[in-house]
């Protein structure tokens, strides 16, 4: 294990959760196009919430010598998020958007990370921003020719990173990173657990939406 780098251990570490999350139902039901757009505006809702956790942390950690280097604008969802949400639901949704407690108590985990613990941060920076440039592709293209967007555009801008037209070079940049990332062994264990945590809060904001819509014979 000493021998392997630091991102194919994370990469390693977390493939049993990444799983998990593939194979959640609720997922599953978006994925097997048997739930109405409502549960995807809902999902893209939560997602909103997650994101200005892990977007104001980065105002914070600009300068920080440890997450610093990861802050790359290019990855910045919110703003695509928010022109889907008013394409969903219309341009007063901030007026009716609610998290549910599953999305508060992993966004709220991410501020603690933000504030308290860079590395940390890092942890959930990389599980969220290279899945999403990863499978985030196979839900956008499921949206599209579920519910009709217009491809690569409104209802499905948080899955577009226009500003990156290599992903396959940034995520080897990015991996890049992750292997410099200062800190003792002690230090990369906890940032790996820190990586199994977000994809378990990650599982538990897609149970609670699999518990809202529930598939019905």
Request: proline content about 5%.
């Amino acid at each position: 294990m000493e021998s392997e780098s630091f991102s194919t251990l994370l990469r390693t570490a977390s493939r049993e959760q990444h799983e998990e999350v593939r194979g959640s139902s609720f997922i599953g039901a978006l994925l097997g196009r048997k739930l109405g757009v409502e549960a995807f505006a809902r999902y893209t809702e939560q997602l909103w919430f997650v994101y200005g956790a892990l977007e104001a942390g980065a105002r914070h950690l600009a300068a920080d010598p440890v997450a610093g280097p990861f802050l790359r604008p290019e990855l910045f969802r919110r703003a695509a998020l928010e022109r889907d949400l008013e394409h969903l639901r219309g341009p007063g949704w901030r007026r009716t958007a609610g998290a549910l407690p599953a999305t508060l108590e992993y966004a709220e985990r991410i501020s603690v990370c933000a504030r308290t613990w860079p590395a940390g941060y890092v942890a959930h920076h990389y599980t969220r921003y290279m899945g999403d440039l990863s499978g985030g592709q196979i839900i956008r293209d499921t949206a599209e020719r579920t519910w009709g967007f217009p491809k690569k555009g409104d209802g499905v801008r948080f899955y577009v990173f226009e500003e990156i037209p290599n992903p396959a070079a940034f995520k080897r940049a990015y991996c890049e990173l992750l292997d410099a990332l200062p800190g003792d062994r002690l230090e990369r264990q906890r940032t790996v657990a820190e990586c199994k945590r977000a994809y378990a809060l990650n599982n538990g904001m897609f149970e609670a939406l699999g518990e809202e819509f529930p598939l019905t014979a």
